[in-house]
């Protein structure tokens, strides 16, 4: 992290969201990179741990699911803020995935304003 900017991972495999997506959080000052697959996501993670202050996590990937993503990269940096994104609502999942802690959650599609909201809740959570 340079210059007090903020980085952001968004890890998800449809190529017009993370467009969209990252185009909306380098306009709130973000610095993002992209994985499209669970294991490119933790590769890109473990290179560097502490560089990024939030993950942006599908919960639902093609390789790996969204809570295994999320607990090998808690293992390697437990403090990163996630936020879980879905396009599938599923009440259950989320109760469990909730229990993590310093973690927020959106459904797609999702307007700029709750996005924002989000993030800033995720961002200011207590470790």
Known sequence: M???LKTVLVIDDDPGFQKSFSQKLKMMGF???VADTGSKAVETFSQNPNYFDLVVLDMLMPDLDGTDIYELIKI???DVR???TS???DFDYLKNILQ???IGFVI???NHD???IQISKVMNCAT
């Open 76 to 78: 390697k940096n437990p």
């Open 31 to 33: 610095s993002v990179s």
């Open 114 to 116: 709750e996005l924002q």
């Open 2 to 4: 340079t210059n007090g």
């Open 108 to 110: 797609k599609p999702f």
């Open 100 to 102: 993590y802690g310093n």
């Open 82 to 84: 996630i936020l879980f």
């Open 87 to 89: 396009g599938v609502f």
